[in-house]
């Protein structure tokens, strides 16, 4: 056998043209020169270098050595002041205490109230007595604990899909799902308004990012005609292989805007998008029983292709989930890097957002008197003299720029903060809303967030709007 292969190979090299057989030498032995010749190079560099470095006195070398300085590890013009933190005494509920002062807090995300409510932190308890804190180990890795799995089969029945995938953290919960599914030869679609989460997930997809402006649909159509035309000069075997991705929020934490997904899902049918929508801010808002933006417009959770959720803004937790179809969802136990190598989410956080979405079943009316407040807060805000207001008015993050924004951004951002700083005399928690600055995509302007929580009374949203007037006409002028 051995014999037969031989003879097979011999006959095939006497068969190969003998010009072919020239040209490879030569390339092979040109390739061979090139690399040697770097090493000689290299080494005759080192040398060359050591030799000049051995005829130094030892006071001209201590003279190169006290010369030379290295490159600072921080930039000369770096903010070198030390972040200062409002430490919290106590739980972050209607009211926070800072410093031994109450304030009335509308800075957190704790938008139902489910921080300190009672039911929860019982549920929250008898599970830290059965299970102790953490898990210690990623899903995969003994990390599964039944916990996991009931608040995942929980959420399906809750929002009435297929499967749940359980994050032991918020920002890597949409970071890790989209470039779990969109990889390199695809295309993404998204709100320039997208959350920074989104925007790392994008980033971390290495897909085409095509950028449509804050909810307008009609940007969006446009851009993704222009996509097919582009797809039509490709061989049909190429064009096979990219697929479309939509990624939207449905409250975007940057605006506080509420996406149109009617429309976006009648561009989903028409061209055969993915449609991912981040609900972190419109799961346990939005909708008759806070089931999130589907209910809000009367469509089904199915009609989407994953829904993604951070535990950490109405769930009052930790963590985040997603769900959708089985065959959707299910992919992410060996591709959703938060999955698989981040260690499983701790269970009393599970069990504290079981018991918030068992709440919301047996009470709905949590969600409507939410939305109430949203709808006076927004309409309280709305005349504020000096300050401009955006964001939906079911929205409860709410967003007040300066109406007539002439300084630079640095400026404008200190006057707001010395709006902030009066309602913190006053009585009130606010914040102003930071970003990365030189990471995001798009720059939001400079605003004060006002948050809303559902234990707000009109009397809080009065207090609120009074320190709010006060404190701009006093800074403003």
């Not at 090139?34 to 090493?39: A, E, G, P, Y």
């Not at 806070?290 to 769930?315: K, P, Q, Y």
């Not at 000096?386 to 967003?399: A, I, R, W, Y």
């Not at 300066?402 to 009130?428: F, M, N, T, W, Y």
Request: charged content about 25%; some cysteine.
């Amino acid at each position: 056998m051995v014999t037969v292969e031989i003879y097979e190979f011999v006959r095939l090299f006497f068969e190969v043209p003998i010009y072919h057989l020239i040209l490879e030498a030569v390339l092979i032995i040109w390739v061979l020169s090139l690399i040697l010749k770097r090493t000689k190079k290299s080494k005759s560099s080192l040398s060359e270098k050591a030799s000049l470095w051995d005829r130094l006195s030892e006071h001209e070398k201590e003279e190169l050595i006290q010369e030379w300085t290295p490159e600072p590890l921080v930039p000369d013009d770096a903010d070198l002041n030390p972040i200062k933190y409002d430490v919290i005494q106590g739980k972050v509920g209607k009211h926070v205490t800072i410093g031994g002062r109450q304030y009335l807090n509308a800075a957190t995300h704790n938008f139902l109230g489910m921080v300190g409510d009672d039911r929860v932190e019982e549920a929250a308890v008898r599970c830290l007595r059965k299970y102790g804190v953490g898990s210690c180990g990623p899903r995969a890795f003994y990390g599964t604990i039944d916990v996991h799995l009931d608040l995942e089969k929980r959420v399906t029945q809750f929002l009435g899909t297929e499967e749940a995938v359980l994050y032991s953290l918020g920002f890597s919960t949409v970071a890790s799902a989209i470039p779990a599914y969109a990889k390199r030869s695809d295309v993404i679609f998204a709100d320039e308004a997208v959350c920074f989460a989104i925007q790392k997930g994008l980033q971390a997809s290495r897909s085409e990012i095509r950028y449509f402006r804050h909810n307008d649909t009609a940007h969006l159509e446009q851009l993704i005609e222009e996509h097919n035309k582009a797809s039509k000069k490709l061989k049909p075997k190429q064009a096979a292989l990219v697929r479309r991705f939509l990624v939207v929020e449905g409250i975007y934490a940057n605006t506080g805007a509420v996406c149109p997904l009617p429309e976006l899902l009648r561009l989903k049918e028409a061209h055969k998008l993915r449609l991912f929508v981040d609900e972190s801010l419109s799961f346990g808002v939005l909708g008759d029983t806070g089931r999130g933006l589907t209910e809000h417009f009367g469509v089904t959770a199915r009609d989407v292709d994953l829904i993604c959720v951070s535990m950490e803004a109405s769930l009052g937790s930790v963590g985040g989930f997603t769900t959708g179809s089985f065959y959707v969802a299910d992919h992410q136990r060996l591709s959703g890097q938060g999955y698989v190598f981040s260690a499983a989410l701790a269970p009393l956080c599970a069990a504290a957002a079981m018991c918030v979405i068992d709440q919301l079943d047996e009470q709905p009316e949590m969600t409507a008197k939410l939305r109430s407040v949203c709808r006076a807060m927004h309409k309280a805000l709305a005349n504020i003299d000096g300050l401009e207001l955006c964001g939906d008015e079911v929205s409860p993050v709410k967003f007040l720029q300066l109406s007539k924004p002439r300084l630079e951004r640095q400026q404008s951002e200190a006057v707001l903060q010395h709006i902030v700083d009066q309602c913190r005399e006053a009585g009130i928690a606010l914040t102003r809303a930071h970003y990365l600055e030189p990471e995001e995509h798009r720059l939001p302007p400079p605003a004060i967030r006002v948050t809303c929580n559902r234990l707000m009374e009109p009397e809080d949203i009065r207090s609120i709007e009074t320190a709010l007037s006060r404190a701009a006409g006093a800074v403003l002028g």
